[in-house]
């Protein structure tokens, strides 16, 4: 079974920096495309970062310059690198890959269960 759980979240001052995890299990995701997103109080979820399997990487506007996204397929773990935090960054960061094939050749999509990042002095 499929599951992605995420960890490195946590409390931090402005300007300060965080970094993210999202171990995958249940499965190889080298293939797969691996995202971050988030969501705060009150807001819609965001895509904050997506790599691909090629390596290619896009993010929010709001966070380039200032968050990297990465991936390690040997230990099936993706990475968010975030630095120069802002309290608008303060959110629930949540794991995700997109479109995984099942055996019957339909898709779907898992997420993790979220880490909490809370930027304030």
């Known amino acids: 079974q499929v599951q992605l759980v995420e960890s490195g979240g946590g409390l931090v001052q402005p300007g300060g920096s965080l970094r993210l995890s999202c171990a995958a299990s249940?499965?190889?995701?080298?293939?797969?495309?691996m995202a971050w997103h988030r969501q705060a109080p009150g807001k819609q979820r965001e895509l904050v970062a997506i790599?691909?399997?090629?390596?290619?990487?896009n993010y929010a506007d709001s966070v380039k310059g200032r968050f990297t996204i990465s991936r390690d397929n040997a230990k099936n773990t993706l990475y968010l690198q975030m630095d120069s935090l802002k309290p608008e960054d303060t959110a629930v960061y949540l794991c995700?890959?997109?479109?995984?094939?099942?055996?019957?050749?339909?898709?779907?999509?898992?997420w993790g269960q979220g880490t909490q990042v809370t930027v304030s002095s």
């Open positions: 995700n890959v997109p479109g995984i094939f099942a055996k019957d050749g339909s898709q779907y999509d898992v």
């Open positions: 249940g499965g190889n995701y080298r293939a797969y495309a």
């Open positions: 790599i691909f399997a090629s390596g290619n990487t």
